[in-house]
């Protein structure tokens, strides 16, 4: 399995970066796939999660209403949409694959199998 991560880069408070987690390897219908973020000098934490074959979504509390989970089945994609991007989202970002995990164990990083390399997240004030 492998994931790969996209679409990081520096932009100003207030703006919007879409982040692309490209799976391959496998079928992932019984996946959650997770997004993750680490800030430097930080632990790594939960930003929001999508079940492969439901629309079932989960966030975070400090980007509900900003980020957006979604996915695209025929090219085993999903995305994070992020809006109104604040300093403090500043962070590497990683996707995640996991299987059969259930709701409340989304949020721990350790339920999931399959991690992608990260990519960069920037956001100025």
């Known amino acids: 399995v492998q994931l790969q991560a996209s679409g990081g880069g520096l932009v100003q408070a207030g703006g919007s970066l879409r982040l692309s987690c490209a799976a391959s390897g496998r079928t992932f219908r019984d996946y959650t796939i997770g997004w993750f973020r680490q800030a430097p000098g930080k632990e790594r934490e939960f930003v929001a999660a999508?079940?492969?074959?439901?629309?079932?979504?989960r966030y975070e509390d400090s980007v509900k209403g900003r980020f957006t989970i979604s996915r695209d089945n025929a090219k085993n994609t999903v995305y994070l949409q992020m809006n109104s991007l604040k300093p403090e989202d500043t962070a590497v970002y990683y996707c995640a694959a996991g299987s059969r995990i259930i709701t409340s164990a989304q949020a721990m990083g350790a339920q999931y199998d399959y991690w992608g390399q990260g990519t960069q997240v920037t956001v100025s004030s």
């Open positions: 999508i079940r492969w074959n439901s629309q079932h979504t």
